[in-house]
């Protein structure tokens, strides 16, 4: 019978890089460090891009050490999930200079500063692209991240509401921003500030029901917005159907909100409950706001299969008009990556800074 050690490079490097992060850490701690084995194992580690971490260094220091000299300037993406004070310290005492995507799950019951966290993960992380953050950050230093594409604060535990309309504005000024995500927590400024320093460059929202009624006022300031997408993921409330003006954005709004913005071609809206009331506005008005559009407008309504074909078909009819499209069909809004509250989507100013110099 063939032994391990007598395994070709190639075979060895097959089988560890099966196990998992635990599993190879085991190996490697069983394993001398001068065998082939071990030298497998730190190998494996620099061709892996990607790793989520938790608990598998707990009282292995020693090999943490190691793991962060193998995976420093290789590694691209990462989930950082609470970790110790002792063992995050040990990532700060590294540079990578390649990571681009960072998920950090910081500890909310945790007594010492969160915002050194984030300074920490800027200094040995100065690259990212995209970064989410959870626990209790008070975003002091995300702004550094020059470089950053999509900023995910939707699970954070310290909310917008702490920050100041300068901060705010200072995260949406980022060059590079395409993505933003933020719980929803009320906020007495976040549309207003929005509107202020980025309105002619959102082109996308993403909202849930339970924040439209405060949204849709703002949503028309914003002349270059072009997809929309209302959720409701509580459409059932102890199993019975909830009363039809809790589950349905009011609808007056959402038609001024098409009226208002022209470049508006796409709505997604989940657990419609398809009733006469879903069109309850006046229909002159309707058609009206539909002939003043010189694009057609898209409208996915999701199928929850608590109605037949024939609510489809009468809704359908109703407002039937060649400047509109309605869809039925289900489509899957819980593949969007914030869990609650906003997702704005934006034109980066470095973009529109290109453009410029090169009409000039």
Same mark, same amino acid.
Request: one cysteine or more.
């Given at each position: 019978?063939?032994?391990?050690?007598?395994?070709?490079?190639?075979?060895?490097?097959?089988?560890?890089?099966?196990? !998992?992060?635990?599993?190879?850490?085991? @190996?490697?701690?069983?394993? !001398?460090?001068?065998?082939?084995?071990?030298?497998?194992? =730190?190998?494996? #580690?620099?061709?892996?891009?990607? &790793?989520?971490?938790?608990?598998?260094?707990?009282?292995?220091?020693?090999?943490?050490?190691? &793991?962060?000299?193998?995976?420093?300037? +290789?590694?691209?993406?990462?989930?950082?999930?609470?970790?110790?004070?002792?063992?995050?310290?040990?990532?700060?005492?590294?540079?990578?200079?390649?990571?681009?995507?960072?998920?950090?799950?910081?500890?909310?019951?945790?007594?010492?500063? !969160?915002?050194?966290?984030?300074?920490?993960?800027?200094?040995?992380?100065? /690259?990212?692209?995209?970064?989410? @953050?959870?626990?209790?950050?008070?975003?002091?230093?995300?702004?550094?991240?020059?470089?950053? /594409?999509?900023?995910?604060?939707?699970?954070?535990?310290?909310?917008?509401?702490?920050?100041?309309?300068?901060?705010?504005?200072?995260?949406?000024?980022?060059?590079?921003?395409?993505?933003?995500?933020?719980?929803?927590?009320?906020?007495?400024?976040? #549309?207003?500030?929005?509107?202020?320093? /980025?309105?002619?460059?959102? @082109?996308?929202?993403?909202?849930?029901? *339970? *924040? #439209?009624?405060?949204?849709?006022?703002?949503?028309?300031?914003?002349?270059?917005?072009?997809?929309?997408?209302?959720?409701? *993921?509580?459409?059932?409330?102890?199993?019975?159907?909830?009363?039809?003006?809790?589950?349905?954005?009011?609808?007056?709004?959402? #038609?001024?909100?098409?009226?208002?913005?022209?470049q508006l071609a796409d709505i997604k809206l989940s657990?419609?409950? %398809?009733?006469?009331?879903?069109?309850?506005?006046?229909? !002159?008005?309707?058609?009206?706001?539909? *002939?003043?559009?010189?694009?057609?407008?898209?409208?996915?309504?999701?199928?929850?299969? $608590? $109605?037949?074909?024939?609510?489809?078909?009468?809704? +359908?009819?109703?407002i039937e008009h060649p400047k509109l499209k309605l869809? &039925?069909?289900?489509?899957?809004?819980?593949?969007?990556?914030?869990?609650?509250?906003?997702?704005?989507?934006?034109?980066? %100013? =470095?973009?529109?800074?290109?453009?410029?110099?090169?009409?000039?």
């Amino acid at each position: 019978m063939t032994c391990i050690v007598d395994l070709t490079n190639e075979c060895l490097l097959q089988i560890v890089g099966y196990l !998992d992060l635990k599993d190879q850490l085991n @190996l490697k701690q069983a394993t !001398d460090s001068a065998t082939r084995l071990s030298s497998m194992v =730190a190998y494996a #580690w620099r061709l892996q891009k990607k &790793f989520h971490v938790y608990k598998e260094f707990e009282k292995r220091h020693d090999l943490l050490e190691d &793991f962060l000299k193998c995976i420093c300037s +290789s590694v691209t993406g990462l989930i950082l999930n609470q970790l110790p004070k002792e063992q995050f310290d040990l990532w700060g005492n590294n540079v990578f200079p390649n990571m681009r995507e960072l998920e950090y799950r910081g500890d909310i019951l945790k007594r010492w500063d !969160d915002d050194q966290d984030c300074e920490l993960l800027v200094n040995a992380f100065p /690259r990212l692209e995209s970064v989410s @953050l959870s626990g209790n950050n008070f975003g002091k230093h995300i702004s550094r991240w020059e470089n950053l /594409r999509r900023l995910d604060l939707s699970r954070n535990e310290i909310t917008l509401d702490y920050l100041s309309q300068e901060k705010i504005a200072q995260l949406l000024m980022l060059p590079k921003l395409r993505k933003f995500c933020i719980n929803n927590l009320d906020n007495p400024y976040f #549309w207003s500030v929005i509107h202020r320093v /980025r309105g002619e460059d959102v @082109l996308a929202v993403t909202l849930y029901d *339970d *924040d #439209w009624r405060s949204s849709s006022e703002t949503l028309k300031m914003f002349p270059n917005l072009r997809s929309l997408t209302i959720i409701d *993921d509580n459409y059932f409330d102890h199993s019975e159907l909830r009363k039809f003006n809790n589950v349905w954005p009011e609808i007056e709004g959402m #038609w001024k909100v098409i009226a208002a913005c022209h470049q508006l071609a796409d709505i997604k809206l989940s657990e419609l409950a %398809l009733k006469e009331e879903l069109l309850a506005f006046n229909m !002159d008005t309707i058609k009206r706001i539909l *002939d003043a559009r010189k694009t057609p407008l898209v409208v996915h309504m999701g199928q929850t299969g $608590f $109605f037949g074909k024939t609510d489809y078909i009468s809704l +359908s009819e109703k407002i039937e008009h060649p400047k509109l499209k309605l869809h &039925f069909h289900p489509w899957n809004y819980k593949s969007i990556e914030s869990a609650e509250g906003y997702i704005v989507e934006l034109v980066p %100013l =470095a973009s529109k800074k290109i453009i410029r110099l090169n009409n000039k």
